[in-house]
């Protein structure tokens, strides 16, 4: 699926070695707004996706 990125709520960011993730404040993902990204489901029950681009994320999709 694919998304732009002001339609995302981003939790997180995956770190490049896989290590872990790391939180950001939400102003560090604003460049991404106008970007489409393609999304994965990661988890059914808690709906969280991982966003895939130049760098990966943990993302929910927002709620109107």
Same mark, same amino acid.
């Given at each position: 699926?694919?998304? +732009?990125?002001? !339609?995302?709520?981003?939790?997180?960011?995956?770190?490049?070695?896989?290590?872990?993730?790391?939180?950001?404040?939400?102003?560090?993902?604003?460049? +991404?707004?106008? !970007?489409?990204i393609k999304i994965y489901s990661l988890s059914l029950s808690k709906q969280t996706y991982i966003a895939l681009g130049f760098n990966s994320y943990v993302v929910k999709l927002k709620t109107k």
């Open positions: 699926m694919e998304k +732009l990125g002001s !339609e995302l709520e981003f939790i997180s960011q995956i770190n490049r070695d896989g290590s872990g993730v790391t939180k950001h404040p939400k102003e560090h993902y604003k460049h +991404l707004d106008n !970007e489409v």
